[in-house]
Structures are given as C-alpha cells and as structure tokens.
C-alpha cells in the first residue's frame, strides 16, 4: 500500500498562510495525490487532488514537487474554519486508498 | 443531490450481536469504500467495491463482510460485534481516481 508520512501537528496565526508537507517516496507514476480534511465530528472532506502539475481551486492550492515524492497543500490564509486534521493520501491503481495519522492544524486567533 | 446516506446515525450492540450498516449514494459512483475510525487515529479500510458485484478486502477486513448487489447500495455486516469493533464507521464513494471521494456523515458505534 503507498505510504504518506505528515508532521502529527502544526500551528497558523490566522489570516496567515500555512504550508501543510506531505512525503510520499513510494509514490507511482499512476498514484494521484489526495487531501482532505476533517473537522471534529464530521467526515473528511476533500480538498484537492492532482497528478503532476500544481493545481488551485477555491479552497487551497496544491504544489508538487517535480519528482513527485512529496507535495504541499497551502492554505492562502488561514481562518478559525481551517482548524481541522488534514490528511495527504495516494489514489493508486488498485483503487485503494489509504489514510494516515494526517496533521492537526492548530489556527491562532 | 443526497450524495452518500448513512444510517443510522448511532448504535449501541451488544457482544455477539450482529447488525448491518447501510450506505447508499445517488451520484452513480462505481467505487464505494468502508472505512473505520477509531478515536484519535486516522482512517483505516475495511472493505470496497468498484462496481456492482465486485468487492475486495482492505486493510482490516476481519469481522466484517460486505456486498455490493446495487451501484448505489455498499452495506457493511457485522456478524459478532466484539469490544474492539467499537468505532466510527464511514462509507465513501467516488467516481474515479482523478475525483474526490464524498464521505457520508458516520456511524459511530458502540459495543459493550
């Protein structure tokens, strides 16, 4: 099963951008990369995905590095909203998808 | 558009009780997933199916079974609820690998 590794947590100021990492090594060419988010006592919610090339939506942005053996999800500026666990995961071609222990986004008023 | 429905909401078992959980989504999805929640830990899968008729084990399979006889119905069974079943259970669905999943709201279940 592909692997993600993120940092178990992380603290924004708000209104302040957050750069949340992902390392992906086991990464194939096929694997496309997820995130979602999941506030307390709700069920993920996603984000945004991409394959090779960065991708932006209303949500967030997502830069991938060139080898594609890890990527970053950015948040342009962070809210009390965005406080939330934020997990990076690999859409492989056997249709498994595996989540991690995903990062816990602290936001500071 | 419902998306994906999960009932119920909330279940206390029994040991050695059985129940089935349902989930059923409206977007035509082929792929469906059942994952677990145990308290602060990250998601793990139990079981999914990419289309009606085809289901497949994932990492924590044991205790469970499930069918896929619909496009839009994925129950999970739980055959002998065990201590360590307790857990939120979330079902998912998507389109295909370059789409996002659309997760239903939960099941959060007790054994005792």
């Known amino acids: 099963d592909a692997k993600t590794t993120q940092p178990n947590s992380m603290e924004s100021n708000e209104e302040e951008p957050v750069h949340l990492p992902c390392n992906h090594s086991?990464?194939?060419?096929?694997?496309?990369i997820h995130w979602y988010r999941q506030l307390p006592s709700q069920g993920p919610e996603y984000v945004i995905h991409?394959?090779?090339s960065n991708v932006n939506n209303r949500m967030a942005s997502l830069a991938i590095a060139e080898d594609r053996k890890s990527s970053t999800l950015i948040l342009h500026r962070a809210t009390l909203r965005d406080a939330a666990v934020y997990y990076c995961i690999l859409a492989n071609t056997g249709n498994q998808f595996y989540f991690g222990t995903g990062t816990s986004l602290t936001v500071i008023p | 558009n419902a998306g994906v429905t999960q009932t119920p909401k909330f279940r206390i078992l029994k040991i050695g009780q059985s129940m089935t959980l349902q989930c059923t989504q409206d977007?035509?999805?082929?792929?469906m997933y059942w994952y677990r929640q145990d308290p602060g830990m990250g998601l793990k899968l139990i079981y999914y199916s990419v289309g009606a008729g085809i289901t497949d084990k994932g990492e924590v399979p044991n205790g469970y079974n499930v069918s896929r006889s619909t496009t839009e119905d994925f129950p999970l069974r739980l055959e002998l609820a065990a201590p360590s079943q307790t857990s939120v259970y979330f079902c998912?669905?998507?389109?295909?690998?370059?789409?996002?999943?659309?997760f239903g709201s939960g099941t959060r279940l007790t054994v005792v």
């Open positions: 991409g394959l090779t």
């Open positions: 977007m035509n999805h082929n792929y």
């Open positions: 998912a669905s998507i389109k295909g690998l370059n789409y996002g999943y659309t």
């Open positions: 086991t990464i194939s060419g096929t694997d496309y």
